[in-house]
């Protein structure tokens, strides 16, 4: 375990004005992804794709470090190097997803516990060696009637807490993400509370398994209401809502804390991150580490045409331009009329 090399890898993640590209779907997901802009998702437009996004110009300047998956750290970038060598070149730390995905948990109402912890310690091995330097794993909590259950959140909250210990002995910085869904009609209150308890529990299960705080990132979806609750908390009352939660669970010696988007609109995630960052006094950075609130407009725009390449390439570096001041709360509603 390096411990200078996870301090600085953890600070670098979260420097100021930059944040982290998640572009590790699973090849399900990007079969998703792509059906909506009718592309076929094959091994060649997947490569196509990450690499239009990697070598976007200029993009080292808002993204600090890309999440990979699987695939595509063992594929070429636009200049024939391996993809980990291209990112790290311009500066951009690469990460790995080693969670191999969720499955139903026994006994309860369809909850999910996140797979691939048998193997971790050779896996990430391996993945250093590729150049990953963070990894990620992602837990999902589901609200509805009667859920989440303690077995739910307890089994998720082990599972996290031994893959970073596992990280952390390969030298690899690990980034927790316990995702509580924004699906349901639940109030931002009833959120709030999830979003409590999970976290809790997933902090008391890192101090057990001796986890380092100093050396580790929280990736956590925001507070926000429900889906298809009729009343959806403004942009105030998530910033409020989320940083409360952040400051009665998270360790003030943690290097920083990153979001996922979940599924809000584009703006949605850049307006609650710029809201939140805009507060005096966090013990931490706080930045964005999105899928979709970043990549949305370029996935629409490029279509799988190599003539869109520029326009998506634009539209890409736009969102991260937006995100990154957002980081730094001095982003305006004003500045998104300069979209590409
Ligand atoms: P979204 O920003 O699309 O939620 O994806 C982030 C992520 O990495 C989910 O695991």
């Known amino acids: 375990m390096d ?44 490569r196509a794709y990450r690499n239009l ?27 024939g190097t391996p993809i980990p060598d291209y990112l790290a070149k311009k500066g951009i730390i690469p990460g790995i997803k080693v969670d191999k995905g969720i499955i139903d948990l026994p006994f309860t109402n369809a909850e999910k516990v996140t797979e691939g912890l048998d193997g971790l310690g050779k896996r990430l091995e391996e993945y250093f060696k ?9 837990a999902v909590i589901t609200i509805g009637e009667g859920i989440p259950t303690h077995a739910c959140i307890y089994a998720n909250a082990h599972m996290l807490a031994r893959y970073a210990a596992a990280c952390q002995a390969a030298s690899i910085v690990p980034m927790i993400e316990p995702e509580v869904l924004l699906d349901g009609n639940h109030s931002a209150e009833r ?10 529990a997933t902090y008391a299960a890192i101090a057990a398994y001796n986890v380092s705080v100093e050396h580790l990132i929280l990736k956590t979806s925001m507070v926000v209401s429900g889906k ?18 952040l400051k009665r669970t998270v360790p003030a010696a943690q290097p920083g804390v990153v979001f996922l988007s979940g599924g809000q609109s584009d703006e949605a995630a850049t307006a609650h991150l710029n809201a939140m960052a805009a507060m005096k006094n966090l013990p931490w950075p706080l930045t964005f580490s999105y899928s979709r609130a970043l990549q949305n407009p370029a996935l629409k725009t490029w279509r799988g045409q190599a003539a869109n390449l520029a326009a998506a390439q634009k539209a890409f570096h736009h969102r991260a331009q937006m995100n990154g001041l957002a980081a730094q709360g001095k982003w305006e509603q004003e500045l998104e009329k300069q979209a590409a």
Not at 191 to 200: G, I, K, P, Q
Request: aromatic share 6%; proline share 2%; glycine share 6%.
């Open 191 to 200: 959120s709030e509370e999830v979003h409590e308890a999970t976290l809790r």
């Open 3 to 46: 411990k200078a090399l996870l301090s600085k890898t953890a600070a670098a993640m979260v420097a100021k004005g930059k944040g982290i590209l998640a572009a590790d779907e699973s090849s399900g997901t990007c079969e998703k992804r792509f059906q909506s802009v009718n592309v076929a998702s094959t091994e060649e437009n997947r």
């Open 130 to 138: 590729l150049g990953c330097r963070f990894a990620k794993w992602r």
């Open 228 to 245: 298809d609750n009729p009343r959806q908390a403004g942009v105030d009352e998530v910033a409020e809502r989320t940083v409360r939660v």
């Open 53 to 79: 996004l990697f070598s976007t110009p200029g993009i080292e300047q808002y993204l600090s470090g890309v999440i990979l998956f699987d695939e595509t750290a063992r594929q070429k970038a636009v200049d």
